[in-house]
């Protein structure tokens, strides 16, 4: 019995022997990161860039982009370095780090979810009164709330972890998480799971029982509505229920195999299902948001004008001097 103090690393026993598969693999999650990076930046900048795009329900889109950005930062350098290793250890403070990383992750993902669908909840039911409830500083406020709040949540959770007594050090995972570690623990973990309990009703349970709540409100509205109120509905919410739906279901295998014996699942589906949450989302988001919020796809298409048009002047000016 030792102090997780005193455990110098973890071993990821998930991984499995690939043999030259792992440089192909290597390429795939890598192209899979500069994707979700280079996507969720694009649309961050097209946001702060465009002034037309200053408003509440953009600046949440940003606030989840960069959440997105931050979270699959937390795990994507560390796969491409498991994969190419032919050991799988990660370091006692690296592992804590990465717990962190990841928790913070969904609790802000699930908080911009609930704010961005009382946003919604808003403009639909009081379109009169919008501008006057929901101002640029109190988005800013609702914004930092979230991170700040998670942030300290989470520094708990892992304070509590970080100070178990461990009897081994081996985490079935192909990174680490805060339930794993508290089933290495040979010391009393009440105060882990009362805790672990109160957190998750917090970060999770809260801001879905919000959503739903909202939704309710605005489907009233909408079927007692205008068709105008109904479209507007129908335009805004799908990509929020659907990026809602996404991240949900990531999220709520990863709990069922932390929980449940999946051993009766094949192995590749786990570990693939077990990814989903923290690889589809920032891709499917920046998808969805981009393709299905029309102020955005139009000032995508503007700016892509005006480079193409940039680009035949100065094509044009090249052949004239060589003329």
């Keep these: 019995m030792m102090n997780s103090t005193q455990v110098l690393y973890f071993t990821l026993a998930a991984y499995f022997d690939t043999k030259q598969l792992k440089y192909f693999f290597f390429m795939l999650v890598l192209f899979l990161y500069v994707l979700i990076v280079g996507s969720n930046v694009l649309l961050i900048v097209v946001i702060c860039v465009n002034r037309s795009l200053h408003e ?3 600046m949440f889109l940003c606030s989840l982009f960069v959440n997105e950005l931050y979270g699959s930062s937390g795990l994507f350098p560390f796969l491409l370095v ?4 032919d050991v799988h250890i990660i370091s006692a403070p ?16 699930f908080c911009n979810l609930a704010i961005m669908s009382y946003d919604r909840y808003l403009a639909i039911c009081h379109p009169l009164n919008y501008h006057f409830l929901m101002t640029l500083k109190k988005v800013g406020v609702s914004i ?7 942030f300290l949540v989470v520094v708990c959770t892992t304070s509590l972890s970080f100070s178990l007594q461990l009897c081994g050090n081996v985490i079935n995972k192909l990174y680490c998480d805060n339930y794993s570690i508290v089933k290495l623990a040979c010391s009393d973990i009440t105060v882990n799971n009362i805790y672990g309990l109160l957190s998750t009703a917090f970060c999770v349970f809260g801001p879905v029982s919000m959503i739903f709540y909202t939704y309710t409100r605005i489907l009233k509205v909408c079927f007692s509505g205008s068709k105008q109120t109904r479209q507007k509905a129908v335009s ?9 739906i996404n991240f949900l279901f990531g999220v709520c295998f990863e709990v069922l195999q932390s929980r449940f014996n999946m051993s009766s699942v094949p192995n590749v589906i786990r570990v693939l299902l077990s990814l989903y949450y923290i690889t589809c989302q920032p891709l499917f988001s920046p998808v969805m948001y981009g393709l299905k919020l ?30």
């Design 56 to 58: 509440p329900m953009y």
């Design 82 to 85: 498991q994969i190419l290793s």
């Design 94 to 109: 690296l592992c804590f780090m990465q717990i962190f990383c990841l928790y913070t992750y969904v609790g802000v993902e």
């Design 144 to 150: 930092a709330a979230a991170w700040v709040t998670l």
């Design 236 to 244: 805004t919410c799908t990509p929020h229920l659907a990026s809602l």
């Design 294 to 323: 029309s102020k955005i796809r139009s000032t995508w298409k503007l700016y892509r004008d005006l480079h193409q048009e940039k680009m035949l002047q100065m094509l044009a000016g090249i052949s004239s001097y060589r003329g």
